[in-house]
């Protein structure tokens, strides 16, 4: 399984950009699909997730309202649109897909790791 994380890059505060997500190796259709994010000196906290078949979502409150999640399962692809940057956004974003079954918010329960794409948000 390979994930490929894709999209980030510097922004000034209150702008935007979208991150993707390409995976390969496997149906993800009983899986979910998450973003996390890791600054540097804490821990690596969850963003987003989407269940692939449903297209149910879930959102950490801290980016509720501003994020998006979403996939496309043709080109096997999951997004991470992200309006109204922070500077507080700052940090290196990570896709990873676990089974749907863990319904979970914590990086132990997905499987399987991209390797990161670095969003730096000035003010």
């Known amino acids: 399984v390979q994930l ?11 702008g935007s950009l979208r991150l993707s997500c390409a995976a390969s190796g496997r ?3 009983s899986y979910d699909m998450g973003w996390f994010r890791q600054a540097p000196g804490k821990e690596r906290e969850f963003v987003a997730r989407i269940a692939w ?3 149910t979502t879930y959102y950490a409150d801290s980016v509720k309202g501003r994020f998006t ?12 649109q992200m309006n109204s940057l922070k500077p507080e956004d700052t940090a290196v974003y990570y896709c990873a897909a ?12 997905y499987d399987y790791w991209g390797q990161g794409t670095q969003v730096t948000v000035s003010s």
């Open 4 to 14: 490929q994380a894709s999209g980030g890059g510097l922004v000034q505060a209150g």
């Open 27 to 29: 149906t993800f259709s």
């Open 53 to 55: 078949r449903r297209g």
């Open 69 to 80: 999640i979403s996939r496309d399962t043709a080109k096997n692809t999951v997004y991470l």
């Open 98 to 109: 676990g089974p749907s079954t863990r319904l979970s918010t914590l990086a132990a329960a």
